[in-house]
């Protein structure tokens, strides 16, 4: 029966090389023997780590739901429940190994429930193995190339009553026009490329998503067009390094163009992520700087101070290259703000290159920063680097870095008492119905007093409070649009 299993093989992963052409492109097309096998029955989803993955289950919903699935009110209800997971660091896994291992009794309960897992965890062989022999529980388990491949083994295991699996580790086309089930009506996530060549050392995404594979530009403008037809207001472009977007497609500076094809479109508001420093070109500057509808805020991952720390994470810059981007974009781009991430505790890192780390923040002053303590990746080469710093001096260095962090964000966040700023309206704030909450421009979060805004409304607020993480202000009504 276990012949039917396609199973991870993270050596031919790693052994991949980047091609350096255009990707194969294919159109989906769900056959029509499959399209009422949810009828009466309901889906739910649980999606862990980056854009990328909400991304993805937005096109298993799309998926479900042309197979006459419904979504479930409640997720433990759901007769699918699928865990789109995230491989990133060990916390996060545990995290999804956890909660499924709860499900064991209600699986019990209700044999004919399907959990499903796909995802970074599913690219691991280790995972997979362990998953085949613990975690009886676990029905389906497809890879991040078998999007497509899941309304096929969900059909199959209806039938058959078989675990599934099917995991490629060589990425295959880029498949158009899969459906998805948007998660909110005015903002929207576009794939503009998948996968990482970087391989930065302690990275375990290049051997889970693939090499890098531009979109052709036409299918993003065309996607970016259509949603703002139907009452779009903002568009993040989603890529693990976006700023090597059509390298494969033999483009000349491919992202400085896409993002400019992309401001032609007159949505409202377009972000990025996330920007590799590497990459970064002058002309990709510019245009941020020219369009008004390109967001005025960038997350650019520094991930150490130290140029030694950063040899050894292959990052491919120094700190004075990434000192003298930043420079040039604060002097290019004067209300930019900057985010980024840090990871501490790399092995090896010595106080010295710790302090680095620090003196790079002082310098930079970021107005938001996601830090990490280190965590190794089987299979990663810094997994094999020798690791001698103890948990307790990696925990006490985030602490420090957060405490900076943490400092400087307030200080930013208070240049903007008194001002009033443009907000895009999310709804309700999470954690009081009566206030509403939404970004700016630059991609502050305002928590604000309003009558009649809604959920899609962009809107002039006055802002009267500073705090670490967001702002408080009221709104001007009467010029929202
Ligand atoms: N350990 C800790 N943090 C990591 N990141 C990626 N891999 C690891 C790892 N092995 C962090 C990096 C990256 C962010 C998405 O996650 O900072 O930018
Ligand atoms: Fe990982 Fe580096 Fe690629 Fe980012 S750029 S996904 S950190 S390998």
């Given amino acids: ?42 889906y739910a989803i649980r999606t862990y780590g980056c854009q990328a993955n909400v ?16 979504r479930a009110e409640n997720d433990t209800e759901a007769d699918v429940l699928v865990f789109n997971t995230c491989a990133v660091r060990r916390n996060a896994e545990e995290h999804v190994l956890g909660e499924i291992g709860n499900l064991k009794p209600l699986k019990l309960q209700h044999p004919d429930r399907i959990f499903a897992l796909c995802g970074c965890m599913a690219q691991e062989e280790g995972i997979v193995d362990l998953l085949l022999k613990k975690y009886p529980q676990v029905d389906i388990i497809f890879g991040t190339h ?3 491949r899941f309304p096929q083994m969900l059909a199959q295991h209806l039938q058959e009553g078989r675990r599934q699996v099917q995991v490629d580790s060589i990425e295959g ?22 996968g990482c060549d970087k391989f930065c050392t302690y990275c375990i995404v290049p051997y889970t998503r693939g090499r890098e594979r531009s979109r052709r530009l036409q299918n993003i403008v065309d996607e970016i067009r259509e949603f703002k037809a139907s009452g779009g207001k903002e568009v993040a472009l989603l890529g693990q390094n976006v700023n090597a977007y ?70 491919g810059y120094t700190r004075a290259h990434y000192l003298s981007l930043y420079d040039d974009m604060r002097s290019r781009i004067p209300d930019i703000t900057f985010s980024t991430d840090i990871i501490v505790g790399f092995p090896g890192e010595t ?21 990490f303590i280190y965590s190794p990746r089987e299979g990663t080469p810094a997994a094999s680097m020798k690791d001698d710093i103890p948990e307790e001096v990696k925990k006490e260095r985030l602490e420090i870095l957060n405490e900076k962090v943490a400092g400087y964000a307030r200080i930013r966040n208070e240049q903007y008492v008194g001002k009033t700023v443009s907000v895009l309206c999310d709804g309700p704030s999470k954690k009081n119905e ?17 009558v009649s805004v809604k959920e899609g409304d962009i809107v002039p607020v006055k802002i009267t409070e500073a705090r670490s993480f967001s702002l408080n202000g009221e709104a001007e009504e009467g010029d929202v649009h």
């Fill in 1 to 42: 029966m276990e012949n039917n299993y396609k199973l991870p093989d993270q050596n031919a992963a790693r052994m991949r090389r980047s091609r350096n052409r255009e990707a194969e492109q294919s159109e989906y097309s769900m056959p029509e023997t499959l399209r009422q096998c949810g009828k009466g029955r309901t």
């Fill in 55 to 70: 991304r993805d289950s937005e096109t298993i919903a799309g998926l479900l739901e042309q197979m006459s699935f419904t």
């Fill in 146 to 148: 078998n999007l497509d």
């Fill in 173 to 194: 086309n880029i498949i158009e026009g899969m459906p998805a089930m948007r998660s909110r009506r005015f903002k929207a996530f576009v794939n503009i490329m998948y």
């Fill in 246 to 315: 059509g390298k494969d497609l033999q483009m000349k500076d491919g992202f400085s163009t896409l993002l400019d094809k992309c401001a032609d479109t007159g949505i409202d508001r377009i972000r990025f992520y996330t920007s590799h420093p590497r990459d970064y070109t002058s002309a990709a500057i510019d245009v941020m700087a020219a369009r008004p509808n390109i967001m005025k805020a960038l997350h650019l991952p520094v991930q150490s101070g130290s140029d030694e720390i950063l040899r050894r994470m292959n990052r």
């Fill in 351 to 371: 106080d010295a290159q710790f302090e680095e780390t620090l003196s790079l923040v002082d310098h930079c002053q970021f107005d938001q920063a996601f830090t």
């Fill in 434 to 450: 009566r206030i509403m909450a939404g970004y700016t421009e630059d991609n502050k979060l305002v928590n604000f007093k309003a």
